[in-house]
């Protein structure tokens, strides 16, 4: 089974960058779709961005279009997530997740979580 550590968070100005990272650990990581969610205080957790086990099948939320890329390297057993331009509403907890069903964009499509990655915007 797989395990999920995310890393890069950190507070940035906004219209800045941040690059997220997920290890994964296990040697079946190139089987798993991942995908990255997030969490700001008092809401639900939310989709952000996921990618098939070849990384051919990529969707986003509407919110981070054109601004977050989400690429993964199998032999590295890494996902990441590159944030540009971000805005204060991007401020949460990330979460890296990983299944090996169908590639979904919903929380209850994931069964392995990782612990988060805090990401602050300051304006």
């Known amino acids: 089974q797989v395990q999920l550590v995310e890393s890069g968070g950190g507070l940035v100005q906004a219209g800045g960058s941040l690059r997220l990272s997920c290890a994964a650990s296990g040697r079946t990581f190139a089987r798993y779709n991942m995908g990255w969610f997030r969490q700001a205080p008092g809401k639900e957790r939310e989709f952000v961005a996921a990618l098939n086990w070849s990384g051919d099948t990529i969707k986003y939320s509407d919110s981070v279009k054109g601004r977050f890329t989400i690429s993964r390297d199998n032999g590295e057993n890494r996902v990441y997530l590159q944030m540009n331009s971000l805005k204060p509403e991007d401020t949460a907890v990330y979460y890296c997740?990983?299944?090996?069903?169908?590639?979904?964009?919903?929380?209850?499509?994931?069964?392995?979580w990782g612990q988060g990655t805090q990401v602050t915007v300051f304006s």
């Open positions: 997740a990983a299944d090996r069903r169908r590639l979904l964009v919903v929380v209850q499509g994931y069964d392995l």
